[in-house]
């Protein structure tokens, strides 16, 4: 199964975590796409002289991303943080309107409000929500099966 793994790449804790818990769904034959690996950093584009260039750099990066979710039959989302990604809900967004399910996991007790831990337009994106990494490999594994 092709799955594009949606999550916030931005700490060496975030990337470490990304890395594991793709590793272990490559472990069970999926192919993932996951940007910070398949993708492209701004860092390694940008020229910092040429302030002109972000724009198209930007630009790339949502193409590749954007390709990569058309192309994937299962997005996994991590939601962990108080707020979520902005990145991951784009992603999320995408992923809905072109009817690829969703498997978002979170992790992390810190939540927007006691009485919404995930934001209803995330929430209503998602097809199945698990609240742990084993529960995530289980979901795509139950995805796949069919």
Not at 15 to 28: G, W
Not at 113 to 140: F, Q, R
Request: aromatic content about 8%; overall charge negative; charged content about 30%.
């Amino acid at each position: 199964m092709q799955l594009y793994f949606a999550a916030p790449l931005f700490s060496q804790a975030e990337l470490s975590f990304n890395k594991r818990l793709t590793d272990r769904l490559e472990e069970q034959g999926h192919d993932v796409f996951l940007p910070q690996r398949d993708g492209i950093e701004i860092d390694e584009l940008y020229d910092r002289s040429a302030v002109d260039d972000i724009y198209d750099v930007m630009n790339e990066i949502f193409e590749i991303d954007r390709d990569a979710i058309h192309d994937a039959d299962l997005l996994t989302a991590v939601l962990d943080g108080q707020v979520p990604d902005e990145g991951v809900a784009l992603e999320m967004g995408i992923a809905h309107e072109i009817g690829i399910p969703i498997v978002a996991v979170k992790t992390d007790r810190r939540c927007f409000s006691p009485d919404e831990p995930v934001n209803a337009m995330l929430w209503g994106a998602v097809d199945e929500y698990v609240e742990s990494t084993d529960a995530l490999v289980a979901a795509v594994e139950d995805h796949a099966d069919g």
